[in-house]
């Protein structure tokens, strides 16, 4: 099925200008993201210049390969075994959306759910998958500059995170354009083949159980009515990789389950006559609700 899908919707590789072209300027746009700003073409630059870049794809690249070793979970104490489940589902849903307008949503524990989703799609055969996913990240990790540097192996779109309030004019200013612009950018990735990774609950669960939605993480994915969802169910990564933790354990077995696709356009029909928070409220519950399905009982949180 990998296969069948690779040839049905060819795509070009993952390259810095063609993650640029389609989410425009608002990918991140700093040395530690794989989706950086575009370096100037050599014949624009001085010899100092040239040098100076040189050295900073240098640095560029050495990091790369630092954090795709973390990615691939080499750990001090050796690398975490993945379980996964729900790979027929996964097949459905590409046959569904013939490779477009797909989301992953995620119940998030750890900073190392991302590079366990990513492992797991490998593991199954679906790896070509990974250098299209693009993830929704709240700009606070970005004070952590160790958290910074870790998650920046992955492309991703920066957002104002729902639960973190604007303390003055500018940063409202400044939130409802990062707002408006991080939607466009995500449905322009969806329109063109990329797949969105997002973690509904506003922040990662400190106890391993279910948060409650935040229904703004929804707009993400009802800009297209004809997205398709994929609920992912993730668990045992907080003990891999523990809060405040800078080292990977391997602890025990990461599960992740791929659940049954969910078609949004069903959802605003049947929500259709809601005002959009409670709307959106009503379609994050039902994903999370399928997430919970997935999760031993004593992890459904709120979703028990």
Known sequence: MAREFERRQPQPPLTLPTLGKVLGNFVEQDEDSKAQEILPTPEKLTTKQRLKEKLKRKFFHR???????IVEGLGIFGAPDIRVGGKENLEKALELTKGKNLAFVMNHTSNFDTPALERSLKKIGFGEIVPKLIYLQGIKLDKNPVAKIFLGGFNRIRVWPPNLPAENETEKIERKKMTRESLESAKRALGEGYFLGIYCEGGRSYNGKLKEVEPAAIHYLTMQPDTIVIPVAIRETDKVLPRGSFIIFPAAP?????????????????????PNDEKHKKIGDFIMGKIAKQLPEEYRGVYV
Request: proline share 4%.
């Open 63 to 69: 990091k790369q390969i630092i954090v795709e070793k």
């Open 254 to 274: 990461v599960n992740v389950n791929f659940g049954e696709p969910i078609i949004i356009s069903f959802l605003l029909q049947e929500y259709q006559n809601l």
